[in-house]
């Protein structure tokens, strides 16, 4: 019989922070995949508001909270592409939202393709409840004192909080 090799797959992103939207894809990935790695960038051209360690902390929190044995969170430097042949995996994990993420989610495939021929992306579609949600909106609406309840994952959700409110 031949032998199973494992299937990981890499879920890439800013997570600046990790909402529950990212949850929800990253629940329904590790059912289908042996491993996920949630792969953090590190040198992006956006400017995060919270430092890679911080971010990984949210999601190493939420991992643990959710009891998702086979997710791990690492963070990467570079060409995704490349990372992913570092820890031998062949599948890049992205969410869909609207139609403007298929837009930039198309030119990103593009590039990883002709970059990377071995690699494919699979793609959940946001749970309409989540289709609204980002990253973006999470500090915007954190950062002017509404609650960010059911936004991001609860074991994280009164840090977050403080750090928006800069306390
Ligand atoms: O959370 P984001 O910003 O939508 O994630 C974008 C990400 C990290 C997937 C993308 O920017 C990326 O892969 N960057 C690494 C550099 C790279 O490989 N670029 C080539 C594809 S354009």
Known sequence: MQEHKKNIGVYPGSFDPLTS?????????????????????????????????????FIEAAIKDEGLKNVSSASFDGLLVDYLHTVDARHIIRG??????????????????????????????????????????????????ASIDKLVPTVNQRIITERLLNK
């Open 21 to 57: 939207g990212h949850m929800d894809v990253l629940r329904r990935a590790a059912a289908l995949m042996d491993h996920i790695i949630v792969g953090v960038l590190v040198n992006s051209t956006k400017k995060p508001y919270f430092s890679v360690e911080e971010r990984i902390e």
């Open 96 to 145: 869909l939202r609207a139609m403007t993420d298929f837009e930039y989610e198309m030119q990103l495939d593009a590039m990883n393709r002709m970059l990377a021929p071995d690699i494919d992306t699979i793609y959940f579609m946001a749970e309409p409840k989540y289709s609204f949600l980002s990253s973006s909106v999470v500090k915007e609406i954190g950062a002017l004192g």
